[in-house]
C-alpha cells in the first residue's frame, strides 16, 4: 500500500521504469504523477491512474516504492546498494545509471 506523497516507480514499456509521486488514493487506485525526464523535453507531467488490488490486470504498470536517499544524485553517496533501504530492480537501475554518468561505476 501507498500513502498519499510517497515517491514510486512505475513501470514503463519505453524507459522501463519512470518515477513518480502519489496524488490520490482511491479505494483501488492510486493515482501518480510521472516525472518529466531528461530525454522528454517539452513533454508535460503525466498522469496515471493505476489499478490496484482485486482491479488490478496483468497489464497494469506496476508500483514500486522509491528510495528517498537515491533520488537525484543520491546514489552517489552509497558505496554499497545493499545499505539502501528498499532494493530492488528500479532502485538499482538507476543507482548504476547515476553512478556511470559521473564516471563512478563501482
Known amino acids: 500500500s501507498f500513502e498519499l506523497d510517497a515517491l514510486v516507480w512505475v513501470s514503463c514499456p519505453s ?3 519512470r518515477p513518480g509521486r502519489v496524488i490520490a488514493l482511491e479505494s483501488e487506485t492510486v493515482k501518480v504523477q510521472l516525472e518529466v525526464l531528461d530525454d522528454c523535453e517539452g513533454v508535460d ?5 493505476i489499478a490496484t488490488g482485486e482491479q488490478k490486470l496483468t497489464s497494469s504498470p506496476q ?7 537515491l533520488a537525484g544524485d ?5 558505496d554499497n546498494l545493499t545499505e539502501v533501504p ?6 538499482v537501475l538507476h543507482a548504476l545509471h547515476t ?3 559521473h564516471g563512478i561505476i563501482y
Open 86 to 91: 528498499e532494493l530492488h530492480e528500479a532502485a
Open 99 to 101: 553512478r556511470l554518468a
Open 63 to 69: 508500483l514500486l516504492r522509491r528510495n528517498a536517499e
Open 74 to 78: 543520491g546514489a552517489l553517496r552509497f
Open 45 to 49: 507531467q503525466e498522469v496515471l491512474a
Open 15 to 17: 524507459h522501463v521504469w
